[in-house]
């Protein structure tokens, strides 16, 4: 530190001191009763002074504690809110997972019922389709069983016909030779043998072989008369 100037402390010892003015008055014109009566006052500000600094005092720790509280109580929300973001995220990822999830089940499940559903498809067409060749081949099999049926029919109503044709041949045949005995054995005419046939046997002879007996008795006549 540099030495201080010999002239510069003169200067200041020489320079004069200014006295205090209180109320207009300096202190050094002032009585001894008005110096107490000033320090008494000044004492009186002095503890005024200390009351008031000691309440701003409490006051500022009131603060400063408040303060304390309230910045504690701000981070602890702070912490909370970060918390409750992060929760809010861990939720966010696990519901996008669940969607993601419930996607691929609802897709796996989609792809199960198309799946389901072709081969449903397919074997009612499959189904279908040998129902369909079934029905072909039992209608092919009725018609040609319809048609054996009719043709077998047929024959029979042919031979049936047949039939009747000989039974009514040999009625035709029966009735001649019957008809030529009567006349042989009982010396009747043909006229009598004739009548009497027709009394006996007029409702067993069928409507239709009624004329061919006719004729054949008049082919017996002309025979007969011609021996």
């Known amino acids: ?25 300096s202190t050094e014109e002032m009585s001894k009763e008005q110096l107490e009566e ?3 006052r000044l004492r009186e500000e002095l503890d005024r002074e200390r009351e ?25 929300k702070k912490a909370d809110l970060r918390n409750k973001d992060r929760e809010m995220e ?18 796996h499940l989609l792809y199960e019922h198309q799946n389901n559903i072709s081969e449903l498809k397919a074997q009612n067409t499959v189904s279908l389709k040998m129902t369909q060749d ?8 009725l018609r040609k069983d319809k048609r054996s049926l009719k043709v077998e029919l047929k024959e029979q109503e042919l031979a049936h016909e047949d039939i009747i044709k ?25 006229e009598q043998a004739e009548a009497w046939i027709w009394r006996a046997f007029d409702d067993a002879v069928p409507a239709e072989s009624k004329e061919l007996v006719a004729y054949s008795t008049r082919v017996c006549q002309v025979k007969l008369f011609a021996n």
């Open 52 to 76: 008031e600094r000691n309440y701003f005092q409490l006051e500022r720790d009131k603060v400063n504690t408040f303060w304390e509280i309230t910045k504690r109580q701000l981070e602890e």
């Open 38 to 40: 000033h320090i008494v």
């Open 90 to 107: 861990d939720a966010e990822e696990r519901h996008q997972i669940e969607i993601k999830v419930y996607k691929q089940k609802v897709k």
């Open 1 to 25: 530190m540099p030495p201080k100037k010999k002239g510069g402390k003169k200067k200041k010892s020489a320079k004069a001191k200014t006295p205090t003015v209180i109320d207009g008055i």
């Open 166 to 190: 000989n039974l009514k041949k040999v009625c035709v045949i029966s009735l001649i030779l019957f008809m030529y005995f009567l006349i042989c054995m009982f010396a009747l005419s043909f």
């Open 134 to 141: 079934e029905n072909r081949a039992e209608e092919s099999t």
